[in-house]
């Protein structure tokens, strides 16, 4: 039976508290500086990470930051959720001589942090108004990041958002342990500094938004509209009580209250809970279960650890925070007693069933099983998969329309990819409505 859990005394706490100065200084003098740096080359986003370290090593913090942000203006969030032990920090040199990498996101994340609570200006200014307008579709990592870059270069924009609250999954689909202290609300506020962003909530495209509307109203669109949807698992007993989305899950706790009594949006808690899923977001949805007080939390997966979307150190993160991995396990029914796995095994690389099955006793089930695309709402589009299709300057099929994010099938799902992708479409946007203005400045000639 549910119930209501003895919550932790900070289950909203940073799993990874901040350096301190002492400690940033440190580390940042343990960076050899490398030219041509295979960190650089390992970053979906670019930036000059020994410029940005040697800034702090020397004590100009504003300067790191700057240095950080004018390649991802999200450079924020992504020292604190960026999987840098696959990118950036599994480049370091450092791991050959020490085995042990530049601490790179935490370096990143202290100069970041650093200016969003110090800065009296906005470190970028905008460009003389062009008269333009961009409409931009979703106020997640693509689409404030498109907005921002587009706000630089002195375009007007007004991003659409159905919720009520900017930052997509920073704000909606990362578990708190990554993003304690409202961050994701203080950097909307920072990106929103630079003025020139409107933003409209309550707004969903295919609702009260159309495309064929946002066409004719601006002069570009952007969609950074994510995947909003869930995948089914297609077995019995998926729509039973207790059974819920992980990303469901997760938008539940980080809009609850920490400080209401109980607080009430958590008070239907397992006392043994399992995720069925092997990404992060089912790691996510795990470790925050186990924090917000659940007895027992198991991760099943229906392949092995190998083969897992989540990285080798987010496996690790979960099992010592208390959750148990299951793999090789595929669910087949959810009933009163829990979860009926079948055994798993690959055989010449595909996978297959054993025919032996294993109940995980459970009264809450949360589905991690991908996400999709939501798409009713983009008639005359075209699709590639279940991604927008894109050419290389991030335009869709349709006229002034571009696209970038999960939407797209640009890179890895994170946020970082999200961040470039909505940097890299507004670059492409500016040099479309530079094209049209000149085209038109010839023809009145």
């Not at 579709?137 to 002195?154: F, K, T």
């Not at 996510?284 to 007080?293: E, P, T, V």
């Not at 983009?378 to 279940?386: E, I, M, R, S």
């Not at 799902?413 to 479309?432: E, M």
Request: hydrophobic share 45%; with cysteine; glycine share 12%.
């Amino acid at each position: 039976m549910p119930f209501t859990a003895d919550i932790p005394a900070s289950p909203y706490a940073d799993l990874t508290p901040p350096l301190t100065a002492v400690q940033a200084l440190a580390e940042s003098n343990r960076c050899l500086f490398c030219y041509d740096a295979a960190c650089v080359r390992a970053c979906p986003t670019g930036i000059d990470i020994p410029a940005f370290i040697r800034s702090i090593a020397t004590g100009n913090l504003r300067g790191a930051a700057r240095t950080i942000l004018s390649e991802n203006i999200m450079g924020g969030t992504c020292g604190r959720v960026c999987p840098t032990e696959t990118l950036c920090e599994q480049a370091c040199v450092r791991n050959t001589a020490e085995e042990r990498p530049v601490a790179i996101g935490r370096l990143q994340r202290h100069a970041t942090d650093r200016l969003l609570d110090t800065a009296t200006t906005h470190p970028f200014a905008r460009a003389e108004a062009t008269g333009k307008r961009v409409a931009v579709v979703g106020a997640g990592p693509a689409g404030l990041s498109c907005a921002h870059r587009l706000a630089m270069l002195g375009h007007a924009v007004t991003v659409f958002e159905a919720k009520p609250k900017a930052g997509g999954l920073n704000e909606y689909g990362l578990a708190p342990y990554k993003m304690a202290d409202d961050f994701a609300q203080r950097e909307v506020a920072f990106i929103l500094g630079i003025g020139g962003i409107a933003v409209e909530h309550g707004r969903r495209l295919g609702a009260d938004l159309s495309l064929e509307d946002l066409q004719k109203d601006f002069d570009a669109v952007f969609l950074g509209v994510g995947l909003g949807g869930n995948n089914r698992l297609g077995i019995p007993g998926e729509d039973r009580p207790g059974v819920e989305d992980a990303t469901a899950f997760i938008e539940r706790v980080r809009q609850a209250t920490p400080q209401a009594p109980a607080m009430a949006p958590l008070a239907m808690m397992g006392r043994r809970v399992v995720v069925i899923g092997g990404g992060n977001t089912a790691v996510d949805a795990a470790i925050q279960a186990k924090r917000l007080g659940a007895e027992a939390v198991t991760l099943a997966y229906r392949r092995g650890r190998g083969q897992m979307g989540a990285t080798p150190w987010e496996q690790e993160l979960a099992q010592t925070n208390g959750v148990v991995l299951v793999t090789f396990a595929g669910p087949v029914s959810i009933g009163d007693d829990g979860v009926t796995f079948e055994r798993t095994r690959l055989e010449d690389g595909r996978l297959a069933g054993t025919g032996e099955t294993f109940v995980l006793a459970a009264d809450m089930v949360l589905k991690a099983v991908g996400q999709t695309l939501d798409r009713a709402a983009l008639a005359g589009v075209t699709l590639a998969g279940n991604k927008i299709a894109v050419d290389e300057g991030y335009r869709t099929t349709l006229a002034k329309v571009f696209a970038g994010g999960d939407c797209v099938a640009s890179g890895e799902d994170l946020t970082v990819q999200s961040v470039q992708d909505g940097k890299l479409a507004a670059l492409s946007i500016h040099r479309h409505l530079s094209a049209a203005g000149q085209t038109a400045v010839l023809q009145t000639a």
